[in-house]
């Protein structure tokens, strides 16, 4: 299984469309196999849940997300969590102890350019 982390350094982007790329963690049963992370290839309408898929994706967790991305994520079999804040390695380890739930938030203030809900 991989999950990708919206990142902007160590932290969760609030918006994943405008992070500074993607931190990926391979799990195998609750161990962590490898991390890496990838730029982000630049935010266009629909593009990032198929470049996401296209790496094997099976998770995306973001502090931020509009409702046509959590669509297109669900449309392409990714299993979406938002609402999220925090270091990521802390957030992944949330994730494995089965303790990080999605809030379901939609950003809807594209103008914000990253900082959704301010």
Sequence with gaps: MKIAIAS???FVSQH???CEGFTIYEIEGKQIITKNFIENPGHRPGYLPQFLKDLGVNVIIA???GDSAQK???E???EVIVGVSGICD???QQYLKD???STGSI???HRYEGRCGD
């Design 63 to 65: 502090g931020g997300m």
């Design 107 to 109: 950003c809807k203030e």
């Design 72 to 74: 297109l994520f669900a």
């Design 16 to 18: 994943f469309g405008h």
């Design 8 to 10: 902007d350094g160590n």
């Design 90 to 92: 802390d957030v992944i």
């Design 76 to 78: 392409n079999g990714i």
């Design 99 to 101: 303790e990080l739930k």
